[in-house]
Structures are given as structure tokens and as C-alpha cells.
Nanobody, 127 residues
Framework: QVQLVESGGGLVQAGGSLRLSCAAS????????VGWFRQAPGKEREFVAA????????????LYADSVKGRFTISRDNAKNTVYLQMNTLKPEDTAVYYC????????????????WGQGTQVTVSS
């Protein structure tokens, strides 16, 4: 059975940094796309970033939402079957539950295309 487990969330002041981890078990995801999404209270789940191994997507193997471009970096460690989201220069509007998802069957920016989801980790940015 495939499991994704996020960790690394917490409370941080605006301008600070956090690194989220998404550890996969039950299957090796070295060839699968992995995405990060977030959901704030009362809002829909939104795309944050994705990484696609071995495939060029829009000029690169990573893709970011405009709201996080230049501040967040997605990366993967295939030996650890883990994907990371380094978040710098955090803003209060980044406050949300962050989810990782794997193995999409369509647009990596669309939540409904993903087959596997983690349970989420809370990120709270204070002003």
C-alpha cells in the first residue's frame, strides 16, 4: 500500500523559512511526478509546485505557481524516496495545510489527477 507522509510544517514569522518533506513508502516514485498543494480555510486546494523526473515540463523538470515562484524550491532525493519543498521569504498568505501528491494522470497542476495524497502538514506564517 502506498503512503505519503508530510512533515516539517510549523509556525514561523513572516520572512522566515521552512522545509517540508514528503516521504513515500510502498512504492518507488523516482519516475513519478510529485506535486505540492495547499489549502487555506474556506478556500479550494491550490497548486504550489511539482517535480517531474526525467521529463522536461515547460522548459524544466519543475513547475511553480506564480505566487511562490522565486521563493519556494521543490527537489527530490530518489535514494530516500522523498520530495522536499523549501519555502523561503514566507508570507502570511502562505498559511495553509500543505499536501503532497504523487502519480498524476493528467495536468500536474490539477489536484483531481493525482492518485496518492498525504495527510497534510500545517504551515502558519505570522505577521
Amino acid at each position: 500500500q502506498v503512503q505519503l507522509v508530510e512533515s516539517g510544517g510549523g509556525l514561523v514569522q513572516a520572512g522566515g523559512s521552512l522545509r517540508l518533506s514528503c516521504a513515500a513508502s510502498g512504492r518507488t516514485f523516482t519516475s513519478a511526478a510529485v506535486g505540492w498543494f495547499r489549502q487555506a480555510p474556506g478556500k479550494e486546494r491550490e497548486f504550489v509546485a511539482a517535480i517531474v523526473a526525467g521529463i522536461r515540463w515547460s522548459g524544466g523538470s519543475t513547475l511553480y505557481a506564480d505566487s511562490v515562484k522565486g521563493r519556494f524550491t521543490i527537489s527530490r532525493d530518489n535514494a530516500k524516496n522523498t520530495v522536499y519543498l523549501q519555502m523561503n521569504t514566507l508570507k502570511p498568505e502562505d498559511t495553509a495545510v500543505y499536501y503532497c501528491a504523487a502519480d498524476p494522470r493528467g495536468d500536474v497542476r490539477t489536484p483531481s489527477t493525482y492518485n496518492y495524497w498525504g495527510q497534510g502538514t500545517q504551515v502558519t506564517v505570522s505577521s
